[in-house]
């Protein structure tokens, strides 16, 4: 049995399960977190006499025991979500840290294979220890700058100029900001950033950019020439991508960095620069892969289907339980 944990409006999510589909399994399941407590109960049981039984009930009355669960895609885990009738804010605080921790309990108790492990999975998404880890592994990485120092901010500028970008940690609904170059004329408000940290990196030329879909030991790489806006890929509507053959250093330090993080997938961007030099950008641990297999047609869907029936963990991934205990 195969669990994907995210929402019926995950068109990722509904692609794989149509990759599914097409193999004639149909023992997998979308998870919907939202739906608990309202449409979804959990038991657990142990006892002394080494008994245990974990479960989740789902809309239904569909039970899925957790020992039966052999592959979990942690792909877009949605919030837990409180009766309406539950009106004060520490009543629903307390609900759904209640619910946090009991499910976080029953995840790492989990065999099965996870992908992504939350534990490491929450890990990577920090870009620091990404760039530490990928300057570690042997990749090339933008020069950066991490801080809330006003002065040092300055400096980086004076020695870099018109080549500095700044960009934020987090990309949500709530608080998104696109990767921007810092003009001089921002320097008038270098003293807010000691409210927060900013990223500012050196901006990097590219005659391509990157998208690299990584699936347990699978490289699926993809190239756009990004002429939109060259400096977050992200507000480029109309890339098309083609596939990308990486050189097999790059590749080989890819999966190595892969294997540093704990994770089984991962989308990857990068930069290949005039002279050749590719340049390591960040990894997302959820990212999006469906614009990138429509469009240079590569099979992203059918292997992480095919990846999550086999039910095992990508070599040098550590364990599950050693990160858990």
């Known amino acids: 049995m195969i669990l994907i944990i995210s929402s019926e409006l995950d068109v990722h999510a509904r692609s794989v399960l149509e990759a599914f589909a097409r193999r004639g399994v149909d023992n997998v399941h979308l998870l919907d977190l939202s739906d608990f407590p309202t449409r979804m109960q959990m038991d657990m049981r142990l006892d002394n006499n080494g008994h245990s039984d974990f479960a989740i009930t789902l ?6 025991p957790m020992e039966e669960v052999t592959a979990v895609w942690w792909r877009r885990p949605q919030m ?3 009766p309406e009738t539950v009106r004060k804010p520490e009543d629903r605080h307390f609900i759904l840290t209640e619910a946090a921790t009991a499910f976080q309990g029953m ?3 989990s065999r099965a294979l996870w992908v992504n492990n939350i534990l490491r999975d929450a890990a990577a998404a920090h870009k620091p220890w990404q760039l530490a880890l990928a300057k ?3 990749l090339s990485i ?3 700058l991490i801080t809330n120092d006003p002065e040092q901010a300055r400096a980086f500028w004076d020695t870099h100029r018109d080549e500095v970008i700044f960009k934020g940690f987090t990309a949500t609904l709530h608080a998104w900001r696109e990767t921007r170059r810092l003009r001089e004329a921002d320097l008038a408000f270098a003293e807010t950033i000691q409210l927060a940290p900013v990223i500012f990196q050196r901006y990097v030329p590219a005659i391509v950019d990157l998208r690299i879909t990584i699936i347990g030991e699978q490289v699926f790489a993809a190239e ?6 060259d400096l977050d890929v992200r507000l480029s ?3 098309e991508y083609r596939p990308h053959a990486l050189p097999p250093d790059v590749e080989d330090k890819l999966l190595r960095f892969m294997r540093q993080l704990g994770l089984e997938y991962g989308a990857i961007d990068m930069r ?5 030099e590719y340049v390591f950008l960040e990894v997302n641990p959820a990212g999006q892969f469906l614009y990138v297999e429509h469009s240079a047609g590569l099979p992203i869907s059918d292997a992480m289907a095919d990846h999550l029936l086999q039910g095992v963990e990508s070599p040098s991934v550590p364990a599950y339980e050693a990160l858990a205990g």
Not at 59 to 64: K, S
Not at 224 to 229: I, K, M, P, Q
């Open 142 to 144: 933008p020069e950066t």
């Open 224 to 229: 756009a020439h990004n002429e939109e806006y």
């Open 80 to 82: 837990f979500r409180p």
């Open 237 to 239: 509507t109309k890339l």
């Open 59 to 64: 809309p239904g009355d569909l039970r899925v």
């Open 272 to 276: 290949v620069t005039p002279e050749g």
């Open 107 to 109: 995840w790492q108790a």
């Open 136 to 138: 570690r592994t042997g």
